[in-house]
């Protein structure tokens, strides 16, 4: 379960990131526009980081149901005994 719960924490962590990510870089084009300046609508570091975010994103899904959890706690209680 706790494998698990790693996962949805870790598309948790990563929504909220992309979420902070998104709301600053509309932020910066409204603000842009609000002074009559054209916006630098092509914002590469966000467009990296959501790629990334998104990225470990589907993975901490994929882990959901194709994972060797099962495998790991085997291991994990061999090795504490």
Not at 5 to 15: F, P, T
Not at 27 to 51: D, M, T, V, Y
Not at 53 to 71: C, E, H, M, P
């Amino acid at each position: 379960m706790q494998l698990v719960q790693e996962r949805i924490a870790g598309v948790a962590m990563d929504l909220f990131a992309s979420t902070a990510v998104l709301s600053r870089w509309d932020s910066e084009i409204q603000f842009a526009q609000g002074n009559g300046e054209a916006p630098n609508q092509k914002e590469h570091r966000c467009e990296l980081f959501l790629r990334q975010s998104f990225r470990r994103i589907r993975n901490y899904l994929a882990g959901l149901t194709d994972n060797d959890d099962k495998f790991i706690l085997k291991a994990a209680d061999s090795a504490l005994g």
